[in-house]
Nanobody, 125 residues
């Protein structure tokens, strides 16, 4: 069983930055693909970024490419999402997710078997 706890959300003005953190339990964190997803009010959950267990492979949604950076620290069982140049359309609940079964990162939510409770990010214009 893997437990994921997100932190770092909040209210920020457009153009600002936030860094989300996800702390994971479990002894084999370095083998998990980790991902970030988000869900805005009235919309479905969408992919944001994902990273392979060794940190080499990273994928981003087109909407955040060049602004967001995903990284991980396997020694601390932590995955980060650095968000820069935030826009009002980035407002959403952000979820951390873990895929314990595959090596190749997935950009669809269906590949992930563990989820955090989410953290709210609000970007004001």
């Amino acid at each position: 069983q893997v437990q994921l706890v997100e932190s770092g959300g909040g209210l920020v003005q457009a153009g600002g930055s936030l860094r989300l953190s996800c702390a994971a339990s479990g002894r084999t964190f370095s083998s998990y693909v980790m991902g970030w997803f988000r869900q805005a009010p009235g919309k479905g959950r969408e992919f944001v970024a994902t990273i392979s267990g060794n940190g080499v492979v990273r994928y981003y949604a087109d909407s955040v490419k060049g602004r967001f950076t995903i990284s991980r620290d396997n020694a601390k069982n932590t995955v980060l999402l650095q968000m820069n140049s935030l826009k009002p359309e980035d407002t959403a609940v952000y979820y951390c997710a873990a895929d314990s079964t595959r090596l190749v990162p997935s950009t669809t939510q269906y590949g992930y078997d563990y989820w955090g409770q989410g953290t709210q990010v609000t970007v004001s214009s």
